[in-house]
């Protein structure tokens, strides 16, 4: 590891006057941090960088290179990304078949498979018995081959039919849980397969962006993935946050591997990420327990998963039970039944989106479905409701595409009794009563009233979500009172708001008006990109967004700019020019975004701050990569706020106490993490040290910790 002191971004010397020698110190030292960092995010799970910190470093490592493009190889992270556009893609022929498994639907069926594969095996069963089964999580994605020469990552394949698939290397470098380079050699060719998935949150984001523009929304995770996977500009992968888990290694026996369980840890210590539910057991009994346990747990994992994967663990066993045409008879599938369930729909309701968009909303009794209680379902538009025949007070049968958007699959006709009328889109809007229009080329009805209070709560939500400004705090309930009490008309006057504006608000106190308004302020500095897509411009999410700013350096020159100039920028066709267009031409939107310039939002690429250079933290990153832990109360600041700080600063928060702690923060009434921080000879400071410590880099007008000083806390003084 490089001196962590040295990692702070742009902390080595790569100035223009850096030698080679110089330049290659650095970039090895980069190198290094970051594939450190992807490791401990994507496979140990357990970031130590932040997101923005690691960017910094991976621009640096990225511009080196390019001054030293000699001293470029193809294991550096910066090789993920970039590669020109291709025009198809190679086909290429597997090694060895990639099969596929058989599936079974119930406990007997799955006691039939072994019974009828372990027979063959009988002859062959050692003294020692059988070693037990692997029970692995059936990801739901899909399957890749990964090839490794002297343990670099040559070339990447889908599995195609199963014996010749497609040349993705491009795309699948850009997967930053997938290890470039293996963590230990491995001399030679070496073979691993695995899945390629999307996490539930990116999946939904990406939805998300789609249906900012217009674009067909995925199914499922794993359509999604393999949409990505297939993009012949590696760039788009890139964006779409696909990960990796490793299961599969076809000549594990040949490597001494003696278990399916011991390869995948084999596998972990290469690098590869592999799931960490994955268990041997010794019975089939064991299996269906393993089985019983995910069948809802795995409702809480961060991605979907369809079944479990039971393979006999002894790997001589994969030989002599050998393998049907499609799939190993070592192996096999469960897949848990996709619920469906049925249930009352109370009422449907309209709800106005952020565009003026009536999407009628299926409004249901309460059901538990695969992990969340479901009482609402998109009916999408008037001919969806039509082609289902949905009525109120019928039952329909509910279930969850892709197991996480619940939709209503059908009526129970049966179950009709009296004959309710069809249901039919209002001809006025449900909230300001305007009459509804249909634009050309739209099913949708839109309500044309732009100061109808639905548009611009929706308008103001959009506005501070997480991918928009970020304003913490201001929810739901905010918002809806916020634009009934006319204290908010459009999202200029959000930066007018005063803490007395606010104080008075249902659940408002003092403390969390303060700490709003310091929020909303704060959001002002958020990079103009992001500015963008929280306008709310109809077909411009977060990437078009990016694309935008990007080309025309910020705001000014975009408000200007013609719709063939807008419709040239790569990735903005007409419609979104068009759209941008309209929006910045319209009078009110022009006072509104003229108003947002004047109250400070971060207007030019350039005055735009990264996120780490926040005014009340400059780019000084003193904590850089260090582990900071807190014990006992703290007087100056809750221990959510001092934990936000130490990540501004560049630090980790860690909740107990090792040898890599860096030190131990101690409050009054400190705990057992005390004790352990002595015993292990951690360094250990005070609150008020660790105030001081800090006061270089903060204003004084941050919001919290500005109370006046306390009498210093002792901390030689507290018990050993
Ligand atoms: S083992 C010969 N393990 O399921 C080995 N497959 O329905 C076959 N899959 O094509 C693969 N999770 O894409 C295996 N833990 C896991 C898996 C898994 C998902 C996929 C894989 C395979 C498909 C078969």
Known sequence: MPDRDDLRPG???????ATEDEAAHRILELRSAITRAEYLYYVEDAPELQDDVYDALLRELQQLEAKHPNLVTPDSPTRRVGGAPREGFVKVAHLSPMLSLDNVFSEEELRAFWARSLREAEGHLWRDGLRGFACELKIDGLAVSLLYEDGLFVRGATRGDGLVGEDVTANLRTLRGLPLALRKTVPGRLEVRGEVYMRREDFAALNEEREEREEPLFANPRNAAAGALRQLDPAVTASRKLRFFAYFVPDAIQRGLAGQIETLEWLRDLGFPVQDSSRRVESLDQVCAFIAHWKEARFSLPYVTDGVVIKADDLRLWDVLGRTAKAPRWAVAFKYPAEEKRTLLREIVVSVGRTGTLTPVAILEPVHLAGTVVQRASLHNQDEVARKDVRVGDY???????????????????????DPPPFLLPRTCPVCGSPVVTLPDEVALRCPNRSCPAQIKEGLRHFASRSGMDIRGLGEKLVDQLVERNLVRNLADLYDLRTEDLAGLERMGETSARKLVAAIEASRRRPPARLLAALGIRHVGSRTAELIVERFRGME???TATEEELAAVDGVGPRIAASVRAFVEDPENRIMLRRLREKGVAWEMEAASSPEEDADFPMERPFLGMRIVFT?????????EVEE???????????????KTSFVVVGRNPGSKFQKATALGCRIVSEEEFWQMIKPFRNDDFPFAASPAPEVEDVSGLPE
């Not at 006992?632 to 959510?640: H, I, Q, S, V, Y």
């Open 632 to 640: 006992g109360d703290l007087e100056r600041a809750t221990r959510g």
């Open 11 to 17: 902390g080595g010397n790569n100035g223009s006057g």
């Open 557 to 559: 020159a975009l408000l």
């Open 645 to 659: 700080l130490v990540k501004r600063l560049g630090g980790v928060p860690t909740s107990s106490v090792s040898a």
């Open 396 to 418: 329909v049968w509910v279930r969850k595409a892709g197991e996480i958007i619940p939709e209503i699959v059908r009526v129970d006709r049966d179950a009709r009794k009296d």
